[in-house]
């Protein structure tokens, strides 16, 4: 699953992160890992960093490949993995999205997410994020 997830993330994500990077992240207790399928096939995934002691999670990624982006798959998968970690014990949750991709905005404020902060240059040069947080 690990190769599969990488070679989407390549394939499809702006800032792809290494193999080992992933395998890194997701061998963590601390990170909560969601997958989306078509049949056999992986078309998403979704991956939250958490802290129950401060109960906050981080949105890292989310993904969806571009087959399905037009679908109403993306909130109900989004809306399963902040579930699953309020039933852990988290209730504020964050992310960062670039300022451009109005489409992962629009999926995030339609669950409440809100626009906290614009971090300059945080994709690279004049490519700018919102941070956005939710709090249960």
């Known amino acids: 699953m690990v190769s599969r997830i990488f070679e989407l993330d390549n394939l499809y994500f702006p800032t792809p992160w290494t193999k080992g990077a992933w395998i890194d992240h997701i061998s963590k207790s601390n990170y909560l890992l969601g997958t989306l399928n078509s ?6 995934y979704l991956l939250f960093e958490f802290s129950i ?4 999670s981080h949105l890292l990624k989310i993904l969806i490949i571009p087959e399905f982006r037009q679908s109403t798959l993306a909130k109900p998968f989004l809306e399963k993995g902040i579930s699953l970690l ?8 964050f992310l960062e999205v670039e300022a451009d991709n109005t489409a992962a905005q629009r999926l995030y404020t339609s669950i409440g997410f809100k626009v906290i ?13 919102l941070i956005m947080t939710f709090i249960q």
């Open 39 to 44: 049949g056999d096939d992986l078309i998403g």
């Open 53 to 56: 002691i401060d109960s906050f």
């Open 86 to 93: 309020q039933e852990r014990g988290c209730g504020s949750f």
């Open 117 to 129: 902060h614009i971090k300059k240059d945080f994709y690279g040069s004049k490519r700018n994020a």
